[in-house]
């Protein structure tokens, strides 16, 4: 049902997700969302929380092959590079939900990325906090430009704000 939700909230932002939208996305009776969510707020919220949790998953388990391969600076432009091209889809949709929460106060907290969790002691705070504003930087405006970044110019931007080149994972 969260699965069929955030379908809904990706195409037609959260004030296009009801009870109704949910469970014809997902094939189901009508009844068996009401029973599950008692109204719309809990059903966006629990979506939302369980998408973040979903993605936060595998972009960790991707990130960690590709550092492990490549470096932190180097893997983390792999990533971006993978985003912004052959990802590229998801990556729209993920910003569609991400962005269509914003406009409800009461959910920010719920797309909001524990960024400690993401680099997980491969690199030290400051290096950390860099990264994810650029990272999310460069994936706004590859999603608004329609551009594929590579992974050299991502790398350049990394580089200058890692405390140690040399950190392979």
Do not use: N
């Amino acid at each position: 049902m969260v699965d069929a939700a955030i379908r809904v909230i990706a195409r037609d932002g959260i004030s296009g997700l009801t009870h109704r939208s949910a469970a014809s996305e997902a094939g189901v009776p009508l009844g068996l969302t009401t029973y599950y969510f008692s109204d719309k707020g809990e059903l966006a919220r629990s979506s939302l929380e369980y998408a973040r949790g979903q993605y936060l998953a595998r972009d960790a388990a991707r990130i960690a092959e590709l550092v492990d391969e490549f470096g932190i600076v180097t893997g983390l432009a792999h990533y971006v590079a993978e985003l912004t091209g052959s990802g590229r889809g998801r990556l729209i949709q993920e910003y569609r939900v991400y962005l269509s929460a914003l406009y409800v106060p009461a959910l920010r907290d719920a797309v909001t990325w524990p960024e400690d969790r993401v680099f997980d002691g491969r690199t030290d705070p400051r290096s950390a906090a860099a990264f994810h504003v650029i990272i999310e930087g460069v994936l706004l405006r590859a999603v608004m430009l329609d551009i594929a970044v590579s992974v050299e110019e991502v790398e350049a931007l990394l580089r200058p704000h890692c405390s140690d080149d040399s950190s392979r994972g």
